[in-house]
C-alpha cells in the first residue's frame, strides 16, 4: 500500500504534463479526443509507460519524469517525420532502429560519437544517476522481498501484452481499432497508446489469404524489373529534360505516373506492392512494413509464380545484405539467386554507393549468361539519401546532386533499352518513391513517381500512358510471366 501510495502523486503528474505535450505539442492534426473511452486509453498508455519506467528504477518520481521525456521525445521525432515524409511515427519505425547504427549514411542524423549526440546522451546519464541518488526508492525491504518485486512488476506487464493478444482483451482491441487509421487515432487517443495498440493488433491479424498461382507455359524469356531510387521525372523538380523520358515516351508500351504507398522513405512498401500486386487496404496493420509479419512469404508473389513456370530468379542489388533484411526477405520471396553487394566489390562509384550504369551492365550480363527464361528483380543504390555536403566533390546543394543522379539513372535505362532490344523480352522500370529533397516536400504529387514498362521482340504497339498504383502494376507484370496471359491492347489499368 505505501509504494502505491507514494506512485500516485508522479503518476497524476506524468498523466497530466503527458496529455498536455500532446495537445500542444501537435501531436495529431484533429483535436485531441475527449469520449472517455478514448481518454481512458490515452491516459492507460501514459500509465504504461510510467509503469514500464518505474521497472528500472523503482522511484516514482524519475518515473514520471521518464514518461513525459518520452511523450515528449516521440511527438517531436513524429512532427519532424511528418514535416519530411508526410507521415507521423508509426510501431514499424522501431524495427528499423538497428540499421541506424549499421548504416548511419543513410540517415539525417549524426553519429553517435558526434558531440551533439554524445553531449546531451551523457548529460541524461549524469542526470539520471544523481536522481538515483536524491529519490529514495520504494522497493520493499529485505531481499527476498525486494527480488521478488523486481521480477513480479516486469512479468506483470509482459502477461499484459501477452493477454492483449489472444481472448476478450485481444477482440476488445478489434473493435477499438478494426482497421489502421493513423491521423484519427493518434487525435483519439494519442500517440503512444496508437503505437501500442497497432503493434499488438498486427500481431493479432491473420495474413491475408493468398492463393499460389498454377504452373504454365513461361511468357516472355526474359523479364526484368527494376526499382529505382527515389526516380521521378527530373523535369517535375524543375531539373533539366532527361533523354530517358523522351526515350520512354516513344518507346515504352506502357509508361506513366505510379501511385506508390510513401513519399520519401519506405521503400520496401512499394517494393512489396510490385512483387506482390496486393493493395494496400489488404494488408492491415501490415501496411507500415509488409516484411515485419510474414517475411516475404508471399506465394503469390512474382518470383514464387515465375520459378513455378520455369524461369531462373535473381535478385541482384549493388548493397549490404543486411539492410532491411533483404537477403532474407529475398529468398523468402522465391529468389533462388542473390547477386549483392559483395558481387560489386570491384564496381565503379558514383558518390558513396555503385554507380546505376555499373549495375545495368551488371544485369545486361546476367541476361546473356542466362541458360533458360529468366526473371530478374533489381533495385538501384546510387541515388538513395540522405544528399548531403560531401557527397559528390564540387556539388554540395541537395537538387544538384539529385539531379547528378537521376542523369546515370537515366543512362542506365538508355542502355538497358539498347542492350534488350535483340531479346524477346519485358523491362519495367519504376520509383520506389520521390526523394526526401527540401524542393520536394510531402503532398507532391500525390505520392506519385514514374514507370515505364517496355516489350521487345513482339508486334509493335504505340505507347501508352497508363497512371497506375504500385500495386496494379505488380499485377499487370504477371501477364508478362505466363504465355497465355498477355492483356489485349485495349486493357484498362484498374484491369492490368
Not at 520536394?440 to 500512358?465: H, I, K, V
Request: glycine content about 10%.
Amino acid at each position: 500500500m505505501s509504494v502505491l501510495a507514494g506512485f500516485l502523486a508522479p503518476l497524476a503528474c506524468a498523466l497530466a504534463l503527458a496529455a498536455t505535450i500532446e495537445a500542444w505539442g501537435g501531436a495529431a492534426r484533429a483535436p485531441l479526443g475527449r469520449r472517455p473511452g478514448d481518454l481512458a486509453l490515452r491516459l492507460g498508455a501514459y500509465a504504461l509507460l510510467t509503469v514500464f519506467w518505474f521497472c528500472f528504477s523503482w522511484r516514482p518520481w524519475l518515473a514520471a519524469s521518464s514518461t513525459v521525456t518520452t511523450v515528449a521525445a516521440l511527438v517531436l521525432i513524429s512532427r519532424a517525420k511528418r514535416a519530411v515524409i508526410g507521415e507521423p511515427l508509426v510501431f514499424s519505425d522501431f524495427a528499423l532502429l538497428p540499421q541506424v547504427p549499421r548504416h548511419p549514411q543513410l540517415y539525417y542524423i549524426p553519429p553517435v560519437t558526434s558531440p551533439r549526440v554524445a553531449g546531451p546522451f551523457l548529460i541524461a546519464l549524469a542526470g539520471i544517476a544523481l536522481w538515483y541518488w536524491l529519490e529514495p526508492s520504494l522497493l520493499p525491504a529485505g531481499p527476498g522481498r525486494s527480488l521478488a518485486a523486481i521480477v513480479a512488476l516486469p512479468l506483470a506487464l509482459l502477461g499484459l501484452a501477452a493477454a492483449a493478444t489472444r481472448g476478450p482483451l485481444a477482440q476488445a482491441l478489434a473493435r477499438r481499432f478494426p482497421r489502421p487509421d493513423l491521423e484519427a487515432d493518434i487525435a483519439r487517443v494519442g500517440l503512444p497508446a496508437t503505437l501500442m495498440a497497432y503493434a499488438l493488433r498486427r500481431r493479432t491479424e491473420a495474413a491475408p489469404a493468398a492463393v499460389p498461382a498454377e504452373p504454365t507455359a513461361p511468357g516472355d524469356p526474359v523479364v526484368v524489373v527494376i526499382q529505382l531510387e527515389s526516380f521521378i521525372d527530373p523535369e517535375r523538380l524543375g531539373g533539366p529534360r532527361l533523354p530517358a523520358m523522351d526515350l520512354i515516351r516513344s518507346r515504352a508500351a506502357e509508361y506513366g505516373r505510379l501511385r506508390v504507398p510513401a513519399h520519401g522513405a519506405y521503400t520496401m512498401r512499394s517494393e512489396h506492392a510490385v512483387l506482390t500486386g496486393a493493395a494496400p487496404d489488404a494488408l492491415g496493420f501490415g501496411v507500415y512494413d509488409p516484411y515485419l509479419a510474414n517475411g516475404g512469404d508471399e506465394p503469390a508473389s512474382l518470383p514464387r509464380r515465375a520459378a513455378a513456370n520455369g524461369y531462373e530468379t535473381l535478385f541482384v542489388h549493388p548493397f549490404h545484405r543486411n539492410f532491411f533484411q533483404r537477403a532474407r526477405v529475398m529468398e523468402r520471396f522465391g529468389f533462388r539467386r542473390l547477386v549483392m553487394g559483395e558481387d560489386f566489390a570491384e564496381a565503379p562509384r558514383t558518390g558513396p554507393y555503385v554507380g546505376d550504369v555499373a549495375l545495368g551492365r551488371r544485369i545486361l550480363a546476367e541476361v546473356r549468361a542466362r541458360r533458360g527464361p529468366l526473371f530478374l528483380f533489381s533495385v538501384t543504390m546510387e541515388n538513395h539519401g540522405p544528399w548531403k555536403p560531401g557527397r559528390l566533390p564540387g556539388v554540395d546543394d541537395p537538387l544538384a546532386q539529385y539531379l547528378h543522379h537521376v542523369a546515370n539513372t537515366g543512362r542506365m535505362i538508355e542502355e538497358l533499352v539498347a542492350g534488350l532490344g535483340g531479346e524477346r523480352a519485358t523491362l519495367c522500370v519504376f520509383g520506389d518513391h520521390a526523394p526526401s529533397l527540401p524542393t520536394c516536400r510531402p503532398g507532391f504529387g500525390e505520392t506519385s513517381t514514374d514507370y515505364a514498362l517496355f516489350r521487345f521482340g513482339g508486334p509493335a504497339c504505340a505507347p501508352r500512358r497508363i497512371d497506375r498504383t504500385a500495386d496494379a502494376l505488380g499485377r499487370r507484370l504477371r501477364a508478362t510471366l505466363h504465355a497465355d496471359m498477355t492483356p489485349p491492347a485495349g486493357t484498362s489499368p484498374a484491369q492490368a
